[in-house]
Protein backbone atom coordinates (compact mmCIF):
# COMPACT_ATOMS: atom_id res chain seq x y z
CA UNK A 1 0.00 0.00 0.00
CA UNK A 2 2.51 2.39 0.57
CA UNK A 3 4.07 1.50 -2.77
CA UNK A 4 1.10 2.61 -4.48
CA UNK A 5 0.87 5.62 -2.31
CA UNK A 6 4.26 6.74 -3.08
CA UNK A 7 3.88 5.52 -7.12
CA UNK A 8 0.61 7.65 -7.01
CA UNK A 9 2.00 10.67 -5.50
CA UNK A 10 4.42 11.15 -8.55
CA UNK A 11 1.69 10.45 -11.38
CA UNK A 12 1.47 13.63 -13.36
CA UNK A 13 5.29 15.07 -12.02
CA UNK A 14 7.11 14.81 -15.50
CA UNK A 15 8.98 18.06 -14.49
CA UNK A 16 10.42 15.49 -11.71
CA UNK A 17 10.96 12.44 -13.88
CA UNK A 18 12.99 14.95 -16.19
CA UNK A 19 14.75 16.25 -13.29
CA UNK A 20 15.58 12.98 -11.96
CA UNK A 21 17.04 11.39 -15.10
CA UNK A 22 18.97 14.61 -15.99
CA UNK A 23 20.83 14.18 -12.82
CA UNK A 24 23.26 11.75 -13.14
CA UNK A 25 24.43 13.15 -16.84
CA UNK A 26 24.46 16.85 -15.29
CA UNK A 27 26.42 15.70 -11.99
CA UNK A 28 29.01 13.87 -14.55
CA UNK A 29 29.49 17.21 -16.65
CA UNK A 30 29.76 19.26 -13.16
CA UNK A 31 32.41 17.02 -11.96
CA UNK A 32 34.25 16.47 -14.79
CA UNK A 33 34.08 18.54 -17.28
CA UNK A 34 33.82 22.01 -16.02
CA UNK A 35 35.83 21.06 -12.53
CA UNK A 36 38.53 19.84 -14.59
CA UNK A 37 37.91 23.65 -16.89
CA UNK A 38 37.92 25.35 -13.80
CA UNK A 39 41.07 23.42 -12.41
CA UNK A 40 43.17 24.26 -15.82
CA UNK A 41 41.90 28.16 -15.07
CA UNK A 42 43.15 28.47 -11.65
CA UNK A 43 46.42 26.49 -12.88
CA UNK A 44 46.63 29.50 -15.35
CA UNK A 45 46.90 31.88 -12.93
CA UNK A 46 49.78 30.55 -11.12
CA UNK A 47 53.43 30.99 -12.07
CA UNK A 48 56.48 28.76 -11.67
CA UNK A 49 59.92 30.00 -9.89
CA UNK A 50 62.51 30.98 -12.02
CA UNK A 51 65.20 29.18 -9.49
CA UNK A 52 63.25 26.12 -8.12
CA UNK A 53 61.20 25.70 -11.09
CA UNK A 54 58.26 24.92 -9.06
CA UNK A 55 54.62 26.11 -9.40
CA UNK A 56 53.98 29.16 -6.70
CA UNK A 57 50.34 28.54 -5.81
CA UNK A 58 49.84 31.90 -6.05
CA UNK A 59 47.74 33.99 -7.72
CA UNK A 60 49.21 36.51 -10.09
CA UNK A 61 48.87 37.68 -14.73
CA UNK A 62 52.61 36.89 -14.71
CA UNK A 63 52.00 33.71 -16.74
CA UNK A 64 49.10 35.81 -19.32
CA UNK A 65 51.91 38.55 -19.31
CA UNK A 66 54.77 36.04 -20.86
CA UNK A 67 51.94 34.68 -23.15
CA UNK A 68 51.44 37.98 -24.62
CA UNK A 69 54.49 39.35 -24.30
CA UNK A 70 56.82 37.07 -25.85
CA UNK A 71 57.11 37.14 -29.50
CA UNK A 72 57.41 33.51 -29.71
CA UNK A 73 54.33 32.44 -28.06
CA UNK A 74 52.53 35.05 -30.29
CA UNK A 75 54.06 33.68 -33.10
CA UNK A 76 52.75 30.44 -31.97
CA UNK A 77 48.84 31.55 -31.71
CA UNK A 78 48.80 33.53 -34.91
CA UNK A 79 50.59 30.71 -36.77
CA UNK A 80 47.42 28.54 -35.46
CA UNK A 81 45.12 30.81 -35.94
CA UNK A 82 45.90 31.71 -39.45
CA UNK A 83 45.89 27.88 -39.94
CA UNK A 84 42.37 27.37 -38.54
CA UNK A 85 40.83 30.07 -40.41
CA UNK A 86 42.60 28.47 -43.40
CA UNK A 87 41.46 24.95 -42.71
CA UNK A 88 38.31 26.36 -41.90
CA UNK A 89 37.59 28.18 -45.62
CA UNK A 90 39.23 25.55 -47.49
CA UNK A 91 36.93 22.91 -45.86
CA UNK A 92 33.75 24.94 -46.48
CA UNK A 93 34.62 25.55 -50.07
CA UNK A 94 35.00 21.30 -50.28
CA UNK A 95 32.72 20.58 -48.54
CA UNK A 96 29.19 22.70 -50.16
CA UNK A 97 28.98 21.27 -53.35
CA UNK A 98 29.58 17.80 -52.21
CA UNK A 99 26.52 18.55 -49.51
CA UNK A 100 24.91 20.26 -52.17
CA UNK A 101 24.69 17.14 -54.00
CA UNK A 102 23.91 14.92 -51.44
CA UNK A 103 20.77 16.91 -50.04
CA UNK A 104 19.36 17.46 -53.08
CA UNK A 105 20.48 15.75 -56.32
CA UNK A 106 21.44 12.50 -55.39
CA UNK A 107 18.83 9.50 -54.78
CA UNK A 108 18.06 7.31 -51.78
CA UNK A 109 21.17 5.00 -53.12
CA UNK A 110 23.84 7.51 -53.88
CA UNK A 111 22.66 9.54 -51.23
CA UNK A 112 23.37 6.16 -49.12
CA UNK A 113 26.89 5.97 -50.95
CA UNK A 114 27.82 9.32 -50.08
CA UNK A 115 27.09 9.72 -46.45
CA UNK A 116 29.20 5.98 -45.84
CA UNK A 117 32.10 7.69 -48.19
CA UNK A 118 32.04 10.34 -46.33
CA UNK A 119 32.02 8.34 -42.56
CA UNK A 120 34.26 5.96 -44.00
CA UNK A 121 37.72 7.73 -42.95
CA UNK A 122 36.42 8.40 -39.65
CA UNK A 123 36.10 4.88 -39.06
CA UNK A 124 39.76 4.30 -39.22
CA UNK A 125 42.67 5.13 -36.67
CA UNK A 126 43.45 8.64 -36.17
CA UNK A 127 47.44 7.98 -36.30
CA UNK A 128 47.41 5.67 -39.21
CA UNK A 129 45.38 8.28 -41.13
CA UNK A 130 48.34 10.65 -39.99
CA UNK A 131 51.29 8.68 -41.02
CA UNK A 132 49.45 7.37 -43.79
CA UNK A 133 49.42 11.04 -45.35
CA UNK A 134 53.29 11.70 -44.75
CA UNK A 135 54.11 8.74 -46.73
CA UNK A 136 51.87 10.10 -49.32
CA UNK A 137 53.30 13.83 -49.15
CA UNK A 138 56.72 12.64 -48.80
CA UNK A 139 59.55 13.24 -51.19
CA UNK A 140 59.34 10.08 -52.74
CA UNK A 141 55.73 9.43 -52.42
CA UNK A 142 52.50 9.15 -54.38
CA UNK A 143 51.48 12.71 -54.58
CA UNK A 144 55.22 13.38 -55.72
CA UNK A 145 55.18 10.98 -58.58
CA UNK A 146 51.60 11.72 -59.89
CA UNK A 147 52.80 15.16 -60.03
CA UNK A 148 56.04 13.99 -62.40
CA UNK A 149 54.25 11.82 -64.23
CA UNK A 150 51.38 14.74 -65.26
CA UNK A 151 54.70 17.08 -65.73
CA UNK A 152 53.14 19.25 -62.74
CA UNK A 153 56.64 18.50 -60.72
CA UNK A 154 58.28 22.30 -61.88
CA UNK A 155 55.05 24.03 -60.77
CA UNK A 156 54.93 21.76 -57.29
CA UNK A 157 59.11 22.82 -56.95
CA UNK A 158 58.41 26.19 -57.39
CA UNK A 159 55.08 25.99 -54.97
CA UNK A 160 57.61 24.50 -51.92
CA UNK A 161 60.21 27.36 -52.70
CA UNK A 162 57.48 29.65 -51.49
CA UNK A 163 58.84 30.85 -47.75
CA UNK A 164 55.81 30.85 -46.06
CA UNK A 165 53.77 27.32 -47.57
CA UNK A 166 57.11 25.82 -48.46
CA UNK A 167 59.65 23.05 -47.46
CA UNK A 168 62.02 20.43 -48.77
CA UNK A 169 58.64 18.19 -49.42
CA UNK A 170 54.86 18.42 -49.08
CA UNK A 171 55.01 16.15 -46.09
CA UNK A 172 57.78 18.82 -44.74
CA UNK A 173 55.82 22.47 -45.35
CA UNK A 174 52.82 24.28 -43.95
CA UNK A 175 50.95 22.98 -47.29
CA UNK A 176 50.99 19.64 -46.22
CA UNK A 177 49.86 19.86 -42.88
CA UNK A 178 47.05 21.83 -44.70
CA UNK A 179 46.18 19.35 -46.92
CA UNK A 180 46.50 17.04 -43.66
CA UNK A 181 43.76 18.95 -42.39
CA UNK A 182 41.34 19.68 -44.42
CA UNK A 183 41.18 16.07 -45.19
CA UNK A 184 40.62 15.10 -41.12
CA UNK A 185 37.88 17.56 -40.57
CA UNK A 186 36.32 17.50 -43.90
CA UNK A 187 33.47 15.41 -42.70
CA UNK A 188 32.65 17.66 -39.79
CA UNK A 189 32.17 20.28 -42.15
CA UNK A 190 30.30 17.88 -44.93
CA UNK A 191 27.52 16.18 -42.47
CA UNK A 192 26.20 19.37 -40.75
CA UNK A 193 25.90 21.30 -43.95
CA UNK A 194 23.99 18.30 -45.66
CA UNK A 195 21.65 18.08 -42.77
CA UNK A 196 21.07 22.14 -42.96
CA UNK A 197 20.79 22.11 -47.36
CA UNK A 198 18.37 19.01 -46.60
CA UNK A 199 15.81 21.59 -44.57
CA UNK A 200 15.73 23.57 -47.62
CA UNK A 201 12.21 23.64 -48.77
CA UNK A 202 11.88 23.01 -52.91
CA UNK A 203 9.37 25.48 -52.71
CA UNK A 204 11.53 28.29 -51.73
CA UNK A 205 13.73 27.70 -55.11
CA UNK A 206 10.78 27.61 -57.48
CA UNK A 207 9.79 30.67 -55.97
CA UNK A 208 12.91 32.59 -56.30
CA UNK A 209 13.06 31.00 -59.89
CA UNK A 210 9.85 32.30 -60.87
CA UNK A 211 10.30 35.39 -59.85
CA UNK A 212 13.37 35.94 -62.44
CA UNK A 213 16.39 35.08 -59.62
CA UNK A 214 19.42 33.45 -62.17
CA UNK A 215 20.54 30.56 -60.08
CA UNK A 216 23.36 32.18 -59.17
CA UNK A 217 21.14 35.10 -57.24
CA UNK A 218 19.33 31.62 -55.71
CA UNK A 219 22.32 30.51 -54.34
CA UNK A 220 23.30 33.85 -52.94
CA UNK A 221 20.11 34.96 -51.35
CA UNK A 222 18.21 32.13 -50.76
CA UNK A 223 20.46 28.70 -49.93
CA UNK A 224 23.35 30.17 -48.61
CA UNK A 225 21.25 32.25 -45.54
CA UNK A 226 19.39 28.75 -44.91
CA UNK A 227 22.66 26.85 -44.73
CA UNK A 228 24.36 29.37 -42.61
CA UNK A 229 23.49 26.98 -39.47
CA UNK A 230 25.15 24.05 -40.99
CA UNK A 231 27.68 26.22 -42.02
CA UNK A 232 28.47 27.24 -38.60
CA UNK A 233 27.85 24.01 -36.71
CA UNK A 234 30.87 22.16 -39.19
CA UNK A 235 33.24 25.64 -38.82
CA UNK A 236 33.15 25.56 -35.15
CA UNK A 237 33.98 21.78 -35.51
CA UNK A 238 37.05 22.59 -38.01
CA UNK A 239 38.50 25.52 -36.62
CA UNK A 240 38.08 23.95 -32.80
CA UNK A 241 39.68 20.50 -33.93
CA UNK A 242 42.36 22.55 -35.74
CA UNK A 243 43.40 24.68 -32.87
CA UNK A 244 43.73 22.30 -30.60
CA UNK A 245 45.26 19.63 -32.40
CA UNK A 246 48.73 18.60 -31.37
CA UNK A 247 49.65 14.85 -33.46
CA UNK A 248 49.33 16.60 -37.03
CA UNK A 249 51.95 19.36 -36.45
CA UNK A 250 54.12 16.70 -34.79
CA UNK A 251 54.04 14.47 -38.00
CA UNK A 252 53.33 16.54 -40.95
CA UNK A 253 54.40 20.04 -41.71
CA UNK A 254 57.30 22.24 -41.56
CA UNK A 255 59.51 23.04 -38.05
CA UNK A 256 57.01 25.18 -35.78
CA UNK A 257 55.03 24.98 -32.97
CA UNK A 258 51.54 25.14 -32.50
CA UNK A 259 49.40 25.52 -29.62
CA UNK A 260 48.30 21.98 -28.80
CA UNK A 261 52.12 21.07 -29.23
CA UNK A 262 52.79 23.92 -26.99
CA UNK A 263 50.29 22.67 -24.37
CA UNK A 264 51.66 18.97 -24.52
CA UNK A 265 55.57 20.10 -24.71
CA UNK A 266 54.94 22.58 -20.99
CA UNK A 267 52.90 20.41 -18.92
CA UNK A 268 55.00 17.23 -20.26
CA UNK A 269 58.49 17.88 -20.52
CA UNK A 270 59.12 21.47 -19.63
CA UNK A 271 56.73 20.67 -16.13
CA UNK A 272 55.24 24.26 -16.89
CA UNK A 273 51.67 23.61 -15.90
CA UNK A 274 50.90 27.31 -15.80
CA UNK A 275 51.65 27.81 -18.85
CA UNK A 276 50.33 24.71 -20.28
CA UNK A 277 47.09 26.34 -18.87
CA UNK A 278 47.32 29.69 -20.27
CA UNK A 279 48.20 28.20 -23.99
CA UNK A 280 44.94 25.83 -23.04
CA UNK A 281 42.43 29.02 -22.68
CA UNK A 282 43.73 30.65 -25.76
CA UNK A 283 41.42 28.48 -27.72
CA UNK A 284 38.70 28.63 -25.74
CA UNK A 285 38.90 32.03 -25.44
CA UNK A 286 38.91 32.25 -29.41
CA UNK A 287 36.04 29.75 -29.89
CA UNK A 288 34.25 32.25 -27.69
CA UNK A 289 34.71 34.60 -29.98
CA UNK A 290 33.82 33.19 -33.23
CA UNK A 291 30.49 31.63 -31.45
CA UNK A 292 29.73 35.24 -30.58
CA UNK A 293 30.32 36.89 -34.28
CA UNK A 294 28.40 33.79 -35.46
CA UNK A 295 25.81 34.75 -33.52
CA UNK A 296 25.62 38.42 -34.39
CA UNK A 297 25.45 37.26 -37.55
CA UNK A 298 22.45 34.94 -37.44
CA UNK A 299 23.98 32.24 -38.07
CA UNK A 300 21.76 30.28 -35.50
CA UNK A 301 18.40 32.22 -35.89
CA UNK A 302 17.73 28.88 -38.34
CA UNK A 303 18.40 26.78 -35.51
Do not use: C
Not at 108 to 137: C, E, H, Q
Not at 264 to 276: F, I, R
Amino acid sequence: MRVRAFANSLSGRNAFYGALLLLPPLLWLGTVYLGSLFALLMQSFYAIDEFTAKVVPKLTLATYRQLVSQPANVDIITRTLLMAVAVTIASAIVAFPVANYMARHAGPRMKAFFYVGVMLPMWTSYLVKVYSWRLILAKQGIASWFLASVGLDGALDRLLGVPVVGGPSLASSYLGMFIVFVYMWLPFMILPLAAALERVPASLLQASADLGASPRQTFRHVIVPLALPGLAAGSIFTFALTLGDYIIPSVVGAPGYFIGMMVYQQQGTAGNMPLAAAFSIVPIVLIALYLSLAKRLGAFDAL
